[in-house]
């Protein structure tokens, strides 16, 4: 699954070559084709058919170089486009043909090629990939090996996601197994275990008593009768609540209609939380993909904000908007739009003062930056991510039910996901506030920035390890 996946099929080129051609297609083609040459009438000698055909089609003499001299010295490679090189070989094995100098006889340019020389049998060179004959597009390769280095990178990132809540699962997953040790049948002691092994993980306690309602129906239906039924019921429950969430908010950046640009992200969130690493980590992947990336610097509350911005626009080799510590936020932020409309980019990821929820005049100013970017940009911001450490837990949540009130919120940036046991926060957020979780940090280095997956995450918190 690509990280961004706003850009549709068709923005690409398809050439389409061996592709037969339509009806229509067919009757454009022969209208344009030359008209043939018409053949001379019978009664006519053969004098003058063939006088006839001189006129109509000159004779070329055929041009034969003369080799001259001794062998010519080659140039040296020299780069031709974007994949091969003078005298180098391209991917299927063909040489290219060297150039060499003209030498002139009488004013007339002629080709000297060089002689073959006696005894040495002439080869087809083995085929090698340097820089030159392999394709930075990936043309080099098949599609199926291009669609096996996708899966594969698939791969790698859902079981980094999953060692990332390693921690989360050994509070869940191994507290349940250690409720179940033992007993051979399910009472009310083993669901107040249960309770408190859920509320630890900080699924949170509205979020725990449902699961162990329904946990209770199925005993009582005696559908749920050993750990491995017991596993299977909160699995679907957590599923099912991270799924619904995804009905509010916004789920993908698909949503949006693709004429829209730039594709406007605000980025909101206390001091701390890993807010500008995010930014850092967003403008890395999404531009990875293809598209171009622009980031404004609008949190100029803070002294040091747009230096650590600049670190990571540098970085990820990502332009950066920014003006001097003080300025009006909503004016950089309009420079900013200005200067991605003007250089047709794709994503314009807005950072904001670190604010803590309950100051009303950081929030006012807020509202006024998203006032802003509507009136420049239709529809924007079109998400408003709220950054939450997971290692808060509970604080986090509560920070989450204040911005919603103020900034909208429309998703949640999860950080610290790999360092903490209270990755089931991310449950209690959309229980309670029906946001998703857009996407997960799992790391510190620049890539460790997943899309969040709903499945992924349940399977991991009980898979074994």
């Known amino acids: 699954m690509a ?23 067919k009757e454009t083609a022969a209208a344009d084709a030359p008209a043939a040459r018409p053949e001379p009438p019978a009664n006519l000698s053969e004098t003058n058919k063939t006088a006839t055909a001189s006129v109509a089609a000159p004779a070329t003499p055929p041009l034969e170089p003369t080799v001259t001299g001794g062998t010519p010295t080659p140039l040296p490679q020299e780069r031709i486009g974007n994949d091969t090189a003078i005298g180098a070989t391209t991917p299927d094995a063909t040489p290219v043909a060297a150039t060499v100098p003209a030498t002139t006889t009488g004013g007339a340019s002629r080709v000297t090629p060089e002689p073959a020389k006696p005894g040495v049998s002439q080869q087809r060179p083995v085929p090698t990939r340097s820089t030159f004959s392999t394709s930075i597009l990936g043309l080099d390769r098949s599609i199926e090996e291009l669609q096996g280095e996708e899966a594969a990178l698939e791969r790698t990132f859902e079981k980094r996601f999953k060692n990332a809540i390693a921690a989360t699962r050994e509070s869940l997953s191994e507290k349940i197994d250690t409720v179940f040790q033992g007993r051979k049948q399910i ?60 009905a ?17 992200m605000m980025i909101v969130g206390v001091n701390g939380v890993g807010k500008t690493t995010t930014i850092g980590k967003l403008a890395q992947r999404i531009k990875a993909e293809g ?171 009980f898979e074994s390890r």
């Not at 946990?215 to 099912?240: C, F, H, W, Y």
């Not at 509010?248 to 406007?264: C, D, F, H, M, R």
Request: aromatic share 4%; charged share 25%; hydrophobic share 45%.
């Open 3 to 25: 990280f961004w996946r706003r850009k549709k099929e068709d923005r690409y080129i398809t050439l389409g070559l061996n592709e037969p051609l339509k009806p229509a297609e």
């Open 187 to 246: 009472d009310a002691e083993l669901l107040d275990e249960l309770e408190e092994a859920l509320i630890a993980a900080d699924i949170g306690v509205p979020t725990t008593l449902d699961i162990l309602d329904t946990v209770r129906r199925g005993i009582t239906r005696k559908e749920i009768n050993d750990i491995e039924a017991l596993k299977a019921a909160i699995k679907n429950q957590l599923l099912s609540i991270l799924r619904a969430s995804e």
């Open 248 to 264: 509010k908010g916004v789920a993908a950046e698909t949503s949006v209609p693709e004429n829209i640009s730039p594709y406007v």
């Open 291 to 461: 598209n171009d990336v622009l980031i404004c610097a609008a949190d100029t509350f803070r002294a040091a904000a747009s230096d650590q911005l600049a670190i990571w626009a540098e970085r990820t080799g990502v332009p950066l908007i920014q003006q001097k510590q003080g300025t009006d936020p909503a004016a950089v932020l309009f420079d900013s739009l200005k200067a991605a409309k003007a250089r047709n980019s794709d994503v314009l990821i807005v950072d904001t003062a670190g604010r803590l929820h309950n100051k009303s005049n950081l929030m006012a100013e807020l509202e006024k930056m998203k006032r802003v970017a509507g009136r420049e940009v239709e529809g924007a911001p079109h998400e408003t991510l709220l950054v939450i450490d997971a290692v808060t837990g509970q604080n986090g949540l509560e920070q989450a039910r204040q911005f919603l009130k103020v900034a909208g919120v429309t998703g949640i940036v999860l950080t610290k996901l790999d360092g903490t046991a209270k990755g089931g926060i991310a449950v209690a957020i959309s229980k309670e506030l029906g946001l998703p979780i857009r996407y997960a940090g799992i790391g510190e280095k620049v890539d460790d920035l997943v899309v969040f997956n709903a499945e992924h995450y349940v399977d991991g918190l």
